[in-house]
């Protein structure tokens, strides 16, 4: 018997759900105009300079993410440009988590979860503004799980369906995304192999036409691995090999991070309803595959609850198991939080319904307000620097710049701007076979700063090379002419000294680039000549 879509939900569109997506969006957009570009996200612009079939540190679509701004404006590099796509991006993600959400219960459940989603900050930021590889894993993984819905629940008794193939092809795009969705998959794969009315789903047809598929989808990383030695895969699996002894402090130091992440008010609900429904799952278990006791209806309900953990506790369990010998950034387990919010929006569906209670409402709007009043903090420090001491823009002087870890978004047209209104440096510059930094990570600001004014190679010379491994060749720059662009915060002048000399006949310092914040200078850069350089620097990994 098929099941009816979207029970009791009008043909039109939904009002609510408009309106919370619209006013996300718009949100965002004014976040993303004026918020400098952090390491990472800036890093990810030199991808586009670089096209390839894959990278050292991820698949391929962050590049194409972040170029879809920059070539809808015409070329033009900022901020905003390289963060268009993930603007648009994380936008289909909530419309497709919500049509899940729908798909699996009702119309309020469905609207509790988009505003959940949408109102979660780490949700908003690191998936919805800034331009990193987990926007197009979730966007791939949200689809992923709307498919799902579509797929398993359409009748009662499961029949395949040429969804199970197109499921294999979501779940490739997000391994495209990142490798976390490799997890993905394990996750649907689990789900039916515990589920004994899906388990029929590995005889379809439609499973074993979805297997080359997959391979065919996923094939840009293979092939870009196969010619490096698998390198991209190596460096990740290290990740997952103890180095250090397990420390239970060290577990418990991450979880509550990621509370912290979450917003404590929707991070620990947001825990609880992922427990609770894991320990309801796990009572209702038996090897035969049925709920014990139970009505037909209920047991459709586990299915469905079964269905979001699978997309949830394989990531949340796994890094969280990692976080005990290895760092894990709070960000890896999102993705499985992110899907959980159908979850929590089903508990508060429930308390509404039988405790005919407004504690729901006022749990929500009240940490959506003091979110957004902390969100405005924050993010106006970064801006303005309205905390730091000295400063001219600061409300209150609490946060030394010395020690204010802000610093590192800054405004890189102003380090563009020094360039092009000193005219030894731009001489300098113009003069140049390329230019090299001493951490990869700065290489990405410096890109932006300077790839629209001056189109010279961009290199890195230090022991973690990351993508710039694979950029270039050892000799390429041997008997060539360099500018050394570095920060004082990470030993610029220090290294021009030790370590550069012994690859360049000559390095002279130019002359130094302050960076403002508030009216003073936060970060300050050192442009140095380094001529002739006279053999390669050693590489740990790459061409």
């Known amino acids: ?161 040429f969804r199970l193939t197109l499921l294999c092809f979501t779940v490739g795009l997000a391994c495209l995304g990142k490798y976390h969705g490799f997890i993905l998959g394990f996750g649907l794969i689990g789900f039916c192999l515990f589920s004994p009315n899906y388990r029929r789903a590995f005889k379809s047809r439609w499973f074993l036409l979805g297997i080359p598929v997959f ?17 991209s895969f190596r460096f990740q699996s290290e990740r997952a090999v103890p180095n250090s002894g397990y420390q239970i402090d060290r577990l418990a130091v991450t979880l509550g991070v990621e509370m912290l992440y ?60 990692i976080s005990g010998y290895q760092q894990v950034l709070p960000a890896w387990k999102m993705p499985g939080y992110w899907s959980a919010t159908i979850l929590l929006a089903e508990r508060v569906a429930i308390s509404r319904k039988y405790a005919h209670s407004r504690i729901p409402y006022r749990w929500f709007f009240g940490s959506v307000a ?28 609490l946060l030394p710049i010395k020690t204010d870890a802000s610093i590192q978004l800054f405004d890189v047209k102003q380090l563009g701007r020094g360039f092009v209104e000193n005219s030894k440096l731009s001489a300098a510059l113009k003069k140049a076979d390329f230019v090299f930094t001493n951490r990869y990570y700065l290489g990405g600001q410096i890109g932006m700063a300077i790839e629209p004014i001056f189109h010279k190679p961009l290199t890195c010379f230090e022991s973690d090379l990351r993508g710039f491994a694979f950029w270039s060749k050892p000799k390429q720059w041997v008997g060539k002419n360099a500018i050394y662009i570095g920060s004082k915060t990470f030993k610029v002048d220090l290294e021009a000294k030790t370590i550069y000399p012994n690859y360049f006949q000559k390095v002279t310092k130019l002359g130094e680039i302050p960076i403002r914040r508030g009216g003073e200078i936060v970060e300050t850069f050192s442009i140095y000549q380094a001529q002739n350089m006279l053999k390669p620097f050693p590489r740990p990994y790459g061409n």
């Open 215 to 231: 391979i065919l989808t996923i094939s840009p990383v293979l092939y870009w691995n196969v010619v490096h030695d698998w390198v």
């Open 262 to 321: 979450l917003f404590p008010t929707f991070g620990l609900p947001l825990l609880w309803a992922t427990i609770r429904a894991t320990v309801q799952q796990i009572r209702n278990f038996s090897w035969k595959g049925s709920a014990r006791n139970r009505a037909f209806n209920d047991e459709w309900d586990l299915e469905k609850r079964a269905l979001i953990l699978w997309f949830s506790l394989p990531l949340i369990l796994g890094f969280t198991l």
């Open 370 to 397: 003091i979110a957004i009043v902390l969100m405005s903090i924050a993010l106006s420090h970064i801006a303005f620097g309205t905390f730091q001491t000295p400063g001219k823009s600061s409300i209150y002087g």
């Open 1 to 161: 018997m098929a099941i009816q879509r979207y029970p009791g939900v009008p043909a039109y569109y939904h009002r609510a759900a408009i309106i919370i997506l619209l006013a996300g969006f718009f949100i965002r957009l004014v976040i993303a105009s004026w918020l400098h570009p952090g390491f990472d996200e800036a890093y990810y612009y030199l991808y586009t300079l670089h096209p390839d079939w894959s990278y050292f540190d991820h698949p391929p679509l962050v590049a194409w993410t972040t170029n879809f701004g920059i070539w809808l404006t015409g070329g033009e590099v900022s901020q905003l440009t390289i963060r268009i796509g993930t603007l648009l991006i994380y936008t289909g993600s909530l419309i497709f988590l919500y049509l899940a959400a729908l798909r699996l219960y009702t119309l309020q459940i469905a609207i509790n979860t988009l505003a959940i989603a949408s109102a979660i900050p780490i949700f908003q930021t690191a998936f919805g503004i800034l331009n990193i590889p987990d926007t197009p894993l979730l966007f791939f993984w949200a689809m992923s799980l709307w498919l799902a819905t579509q797929e398993f629940f359409d009748y009662r008794v499961y029949q395949p369906s």
